[in-house]
């Protein structure tokens, strides 16, 4: 099984790679953090010291996170996939306080790109936004998979 690598945040590391951004184009990284008995995943700027996490109905702020430093076990740099009702070969990035895995997603909101979770029992992922945790019904999933320079959902960056 392809596992992600995390690092504690001591602000960011020079491995985490771009995985998400704001409405305004701030950069945002999957990190993850353990909070009610799981380990959760959720979304972490360059300029924050805590991580945003979906839980409960809310947006919550945590400490002690965990930031994705761009490797995974089998030496890829991860894609995003969209599930097809099952996790596939998803990647186990954390997990509910009953052991369900967690998988690490992103969907788009209000003009960015937001990370999350998703379990595979769900039909939407949940993702943390304005003080919710709030349900997406299109998004995508972290995959094992060569990553090439130029992740499409960062056109922008290319742009003139």
Known sequence: ?????????????PDARQAGFEQDHQILYIARAAYAGGLHLG?????WHKAAIPHGGQEVWVDGVEVWTHQLSDNSGGVWNVPSGSPGDAIVCGHEADGTPLYAARAYHNGGLHLGKWRADWAAAAIPYGGQELWMSRFSVLCPGQYIEGDPAFEWQRRP
Do not use: Y
């Not at 099984?1 to 590391?13: D, H, S, Y």
């Not at 979304?43 to 300029?47: E, G, L, M, T």
């Open 43 to 47: 979304k972490i700027r360059a300029d």
């Open 1 to 13: 099984m392809v596992t992600a690598r995390f690092t504690p945040w001591n602000g960011l590391p």
